[in-house]
């Protein structure tokens, strides 16, 4: 185990695609700088188990359409990287507070309430969850990384 | 611990063929979310492999394409 504490952070399904694919993405390395954190311990990632569902649809029924075959590889790996939180009453709780008051959806906010009950950075390039102030972009999460 | 527990783990323990420290170290590992480093990798290149060659998209677009959708469709089923 690292001398320092590892960092928490609950990365979103707009982080954890990057970890898999590169081409036209910004902010890859970063992203990718986080999940060698969790492989070297100084962060403790987790996503949610909403995760997968949401880099299957993006891969198999967005503009990407890739193949089902390659998609079933991509949700496989998922969990051998990283934990999927399931969250809880209090996670719901605190979830449909932030839908409320940042008008997104229960998906949306979940992420940002099972962050914040952990204790933990959300990471997400997300429009909306970056601009109700809820979550933080890789490139700046990848500077409280301890050496 | 209690000693019903230390029997639960010894007898899954022996039906793995592991040994008690090791299926504790196990089981810690995994309630602590840090993953093997050789399945870790074995995982990634699997699943970059995957995705080689598909072509260049911003994957927070298409993620957030992705919840407008979902959405979008459960505002329809009101």
Known sequence: MPATRAIDVVADASVALKWFHAEGEEEVEAARALLAGQRERTAALRMLDLTPYEVGNALLRGRPAVAAKQVAHVLAALPELCPAVAPDAEDFREAARLAEKHELTLYDAAYAAVARRRGAELATLDGELLRAGLGRRPNELVDELPE | ?78
């Open chain 2, 1 to 78: 611990m209690p000693d019903d527990l230390l029997k639960r783990i010894d007898s899954e323990a022996e039906r793995r063929g592991a040994t008690r420290s090791g299926l504790l170290q196990e089981a810690a590992r995994r309630e602590l979310g840090w993953p093997d480093p050789a399945a870790f990798d074995a995982a990634l290149e699997r699943g970059r492999r995957a995705l080689a060659g598909v072509g260049a998209f911003e994957s927070a677009d298409v993620i957030r394409k992705e919840r407008d959708a979902r959405d979008s469709r459960d505002r329809r089923r009101r």
